[in-house]
């Protein structure tokens, strides 16, 4: 299971937290805090992966921004790797080539997609399409139009 | 009050706000406004404006008071409100808070609404921060949503009893049936969700179990390795799926996770270990390994194949794939490579043996996450073949390697080479370049047990001093080398002066330079005061080994006589007396160590003698040393019994007390092991049995009565009790008293130290003996005290304990 997914651009800036387990405001802080000091300070072309604590720590970089991820001791850190990257294309497909502005401005979206992927911090659904196609056809319940309608226009 | 902005509005200006003050300025108006918002009844940007606290809350700023907010939304019929509230409710709220219970009634109204994204919300919030209390309510509603025939639910009803399980563990048989059934599912993320639930039942902690008196379920779910065997064929075999291919493999988190249950389910039986082994087989064989995600299946394949009861062939198919990710280039593969080899190097020791260079040259990687598992693995592989190669590799990376893992690495060396090493000048020679490499990162017990290893190489005196000595000249920071080749100096000085060494290249070294270097370290500022502790006593042991100098020693030892360092300064003044009034005796408390008896586990006796000599060494006044029994009861002719300096002169303990010339320790409940005053003793095994009192001593009305107590096979407890019959009364009574060299002694505190007259009262001691070699037991009493204002001593020897022979006589 994973216990928490992190995004943050390169300046440290928190973009989505997601806690699968349940953590006092003080230690998600402390987490937060521990995930950018480390993260960003390794160095271009060393491996994805760190230990923290007991945690495994899986990180990608995507253009600006950092999805970082802790996973536990038995599960399987490549496999985690293409569960980043499937989020990635699920934003992506939605958005519409995404980039960090979309997620910031549309945060609320990325957590709905989110919450289609990924529950208990474990994968909810593998198939590329259908979460798209859930997210898509529950944005069709919004009750006014303008919500609706509502896409990035920064 | 200033109209609220629509959130993206807000996020713009937060964003362009230029300095953390301003940006809290616009914070904290937004806030105000969205509070007041919420107080208002309600209107339609409620969504809006939570939304906007989701995002002051994501910057870091408290956000409490949305929580009732989102309680309340939670409640509203519409669904973007609904949507938001739920979300807010995630973030905000966990199981913890008190209005998370709130929510409970919602929740459960919404598991049974009709429209199946209202249901999801419901159970996606009940899986994220559901607590105990909500999962126990709910449970029954989960297990019916789990039948129901829609897909989308029954996928998320799955996950969500994942978190009940793991939230209440005895309700997970309430599952059972449902997650069963489950696998005959068509839909991937159905079957997904199925899998992750058995997993789940299955991992269920066994002392939970215990309590609940329920029964472990994985012998129930073996019924299911031929389904799963099956689905797992299916994903292989199976054509171009486009909604689920990854790069040319089919779905591969479901085929990750089935091979993982099956690893859970064949761990224990080997019939579901025979059956899935030709499918690990093919999955190992045809599986595509140039992407990320096929290596990411062979990965867990190979977990699998290694845990489960497999066929050896199997195994060795396993290793070899892991043998050719740590040849990957890839460095995400190398490092999981090398983190499952760990796990198998106990098991599978040479299989692993035949990457040994591979994993070697792995210490060299840039990456610090390779290099910490390259060494890990590396201090594994260690053997006797191997143990010179692997450590010239181990030393190489010391002197390149990340200081946090220094500390590992030393410990790791030092542990190999004691298990492995070829020769004993190997080992010092291991011991002395870890020094040099990377002295600050040692542990502390490294010293004496150097210390020892050299003392114990006595061949190698010669070669082992003159190398410390030029180590010396080189550096002096590192102090663990700086204290061991101070020593060394001080023990065998005279071997360096003599200048010719078979081991290595002659050097002419001068008393005088021996003697500068040892001042250098004393007075250098990188000098620990342990340090320049052992400098100052190397110093003082050549006065013996030298010829001309010793008025330089002398010299120096007086100097430091006014030292501001304490320990120094008691050093300083006892050498001093040593060379004045004791100067008869400097030669003999300066000879040479006799072996050190190491004692591995923690024995007081071994623990002492390794703090007391490497701390205080000989040089210390001898009665205050503890020496363990030498390993030859004759003392040889070179190794001169410390302690024996009386054994010849037993003249100074006939003289009347009042000329007493000899410091003899007073007692103390500290306790210290005392000489051989009897002298010449040769230890021969008594028999100790408890012992009746007898009187030992009486006089001028003084009466001394010793009784003693077996303690246990080798220790003995020793009352002395004295009485005073006399018309005066006694003051400051105390007791000394001397035993055998190889008994221990320790006294306790006396019951009181005056005697008033006629017997009023008595005085109690204890002394407490440890007769490990059982000598034959005497003791030697001193008895002072001081009666009508003069003082008066005397002394009382015991040849035999109570009970064990005839009285003691004065």
Known sequence: ????????????????????????????????????????????????????????????????????????????????????????????????????????????????ILDEFLMCGEILETSKFAVGGSVEEADTLQETMEEYMSKPAY | MSPSVPLQEMIRAIRSARTQCEERGVIQRECAAIRAQFRQSDNGGRSHNLAKLLYVHMLGYPAHFGQMECVRMIASPRYSEKRVGYLGAMMLLDEKQDASLLITNSIKNDLSHSNQYVQSLALCTLACMGSAEMCRDLAPEIDRLLQSS????????????????????????????????????????????????????????????????????????LQTVPDLVQIMKGLIISGYSPEHDVSGISDPFLQVRILRLLRILGRNSESASDAMNDLLAQVATNTDSTKTVGNAVLYETVLTVLDIKSESGLRVLAVNILGRFLLNSDRNIRYIAMTSLQKIVGTDHNAVQRHRGTIVDCLKDQDASVKRRALELSLALVSASNIRSMIKELLLFLSSCPPELKAQATSGIFIAAERYAPSKRWHIDTILHVLTTAGGDVRDETVPNLIHLITSASELHCYTVHKLYRALLTDISQQSLVQVACWCIGEYG?????????????????????????????????????????????????????????????SIVSIYGSCIDVELQQRAVEYNALFKKYDHMRAAVLERMPLIEKNN?????????????????????????????????????????????????????????????????????????????????????????????ATVYEKDGVTLTLSCEQQSDSSLAVTLTATNASQSDISGFTLQAAVPKSVQLNMNAPSRDSLPAQGAA???????????????????????????????????QVDSLPGLGAAGHT
């Open chain 2, 601 to 693: 586990s923690g024995n007081a006796n071994g623990e002492a003698t390794r703090e007391t000599l490497t701390e205080t060494n000989s040089s210390r006044t001898a009665q205050e040393e503890r020496v363990p029994p030498p390993p030859q009861q004759q003392p040889a002719k070179q190794t001169y019994d410390l302690l024996d300096l009386l054994g010849g002169a037993s003249e100074p303990l006939q003289q009347s007390p009042a000329a007493q010339t000899l410091p003899i320790i007073t007692s103390s409940s500290a306790g210290g092991d005392l000489l051989d005053l009897l002298g010449g003793l040769e230890p021969t095994p008594g028999p100790v049995t408890p012992a009746p009192s």
């Open chain 2, 762 to 796: 008595q005085l109690t001691q204890l002394v407490m003996l440890n007769n490990p070699n059982k000598v034959n037991l005497k003791m030697r009493i001193r008895i002072s005290y001081t009666r009508q204002g003069s003082a008066f001593q005397d002394m009382v």
């Open chain 2, 494 to 554: 005279d071997l360096l002066l003599k200048g010719e060494c078979q081991e290595t290249e002659p050097v002419q070294v001068s008393e005088d330079d021996v003697l500068d270097a040892l001042e250098t370290v004393l007075q250098s500022h990188m000098s620990s005061s342990a340090t320049r502790g052992f400098a100052l006593t190397a110093t003082m042991k050549l006065s013996t080994r030298i010829t001309d100098n010793v008025d330089r020693i002398r």
């Open chain 1, 1 to 112: 299971m994973i216990h928490f997914l992190l995004l943050f651009s390169r300046q440290g800036k928190l973009r989505l937290q997601k806690w699968f387990t349940p953590l006092s405001e003080l230690e998600k802080k402390k987490v937060i805090r521990d995930m950018t000091l480390m993260v960003l300070a390794r160095p271009p072309r060393t491996s994805n992966f760190l230990q923290w604590r007991d945690l495994k720590i899986v990180y990608k970089r995507y253009a600006s921004l950092y999805f970082c991820t802790g996973l536990e001791e038995k599960d399987n850190e490549l496999l985690a790797l293409e569960m980043i990257h499937r989020y990635v294309e699920l934003l992506d497909k939605y958005f519409g080539n995404v980039c960090e502005l979309d997620i910031i401005f549309n945060f609320e979206k990325a957590y709905f």
């Open chain 2, 150 to 221: 829609n897909s989308y639910i029954k996928k998320k009803a799955a996950l969500c009893a994942v978190h009940i399980v793991r939230k209440v563990q005895d309700l997970g048989e309430l599952f059972v049936p449902a997650a069963r059934s489950l696998l005959s599912e068509k839909n991937h993320g159905v079957l997904h969700g199925a899998v992750v639930l058995i997993t789940q039942l299955c991992e269920r902690n066994p002392e939970t179990l215990k309590r609940f008196r329920k029964v472990c379920l994985v012998w129930f779910f």
